[in-house]
């Protein structure tokens, strides 16, 4: 793959820095179902976009379902904190020659016109826009759409924390991934797993102070990982917890803790079989730290115990 012209160093930063991951598309057999069993996990009301396009949303998570090839992400979001910040990468993707790509209606619909995509080398969407404002409420649904009610436990007195904070993507180009992702979009490299001969196991890269934002794992095919979400502390972790034995969806792995990232973990699995995790003290960074390098093993992956190892 014949790479684009990397930001110029000292400008990376300010350019894509306190972007945040907003939301995740996921596609599936029952898109309404998906969005139904989220909407019970996370709590947050189900509305219908599209005809066959439902949105879960609550503040600073959203994910949007859709019918397509089962157990798949063909789109995820970043949202930059202000317009002129917005306005400001999209120029610098533009002077590089990037290829821009048009938005689906509905997208356009709910982020408005401050919003472009691009696809990475897995031809996976990413899309950029700003945050919207903390008091703006829930996007209507359409004249003949009908929001969902929220039944059984999966409306808490109180809405629960949980950010959404990153996503995982398995591919066979590790490298070419790891350069599209730091090299033309910006993103700083925070850790990167080795094998004996040097070749890269899995990276993972940020946009904020967080350790990361988006991670990609060597596997012998292409598709998601998994999805995170970041709680508040330790003590939420247990409350998460116990809301999924309420709701007596299992812990498919953990609790944890990441050797990169070094935060505490737990994860479950979706009616897919789709990965979900929720996270708490995931590491803080400065913009300017190197990235460090691990070797493949179990504890790069749990310092704790067992590991999922993808290869």
């Known amino acids: 793959m014949t790479m684009l012209s990397p930001f110029p160093a000292p400008f990376a930063p300010t350019l894509l820095w306190n972007a945040r991951l907003l939301m995740i598309e996921r596609a599936t057999d029952d ?3 998906c969005a139904q ?16 396009v439902w949105q879960v949303r609550g503040t600073d998570r959203w994910m949007l379902f859709r019918t ?20 400001s990468y999209r120029t610098h993707l533009k002077l590089i020659e990037l290829a821009l790509h048009p938005v689906a209606p509905e997208l356009q619909a709910l982020f408005g016109e401050a919003t472009f995509a691009v696809r990475d080398p897995d031809n996976r969407t990413v899309l950029f826009c700003v945050a919207p404002s903390a008091t703006e409420s829930t996007a209507p649904s359409l ?8 039944t059984g436990t999966s409306a808490p007195a109180e809405p629960r924390t949980a950010r959404m904070q990153h996503f995982v993507c398995a591919s066979m180009q590790t490298d070419a991934m790891l350069e599209f992702y730091r090299d033309v979009l910006g993103f700083m490299e925070s850790d990167r797993v080795v094998d004996t001969d040097g070749d890269l196991s899995s990276a993972f890269v940020r946009s904020d102070a967080e350790h990361h934002s988006f991670a990609v794992f060597r596997a012998p095919h292409t598709g998601p990982d998994h999805q995170a979400y970041e709680l508040p502390n330790w003590n939420a972790i247990r409350d998460w917890a116990d809301h999924c034995g309420d709701l007596e969806i299992p812990l498919w792995w953990g609790p944890g803790r990441h050797g990169v990232g070094n935060n505490l973990f737990f994860m479950i699995e979706d009616p897919d079989g ?17 990235y460090r390098e ?4 179990p504890r790069a992956l749990n310092l704790w115990g067992n590991a999922w190892m993808r290869s």
């Open 274 to 290: 789709y990965k979900v995790e929720f996270s708490t003290e995931l590491e803080i960074m400065t913009p300017d730290q190197a």
């Open 294 to 297: 691990w070797p493949h093993g």
């Open 37 to 52: 069993w989220y909407s019970q996990l996370l709590g947050d009301p189900v509305i219908r976009l599209a005809p066959d």
């Open 68 to 87: 397509g090839a089962k157990k798949t992400v063909p789109l995820i979001a970043f949202a930059f904190q202000t317009h002129d910040q917005w306005a």
């Open 31 to 33: 898109a309404k179902a």
């Open 143 to 150: 004249p003949d759409g009908d929001p969902l009610t929220i």
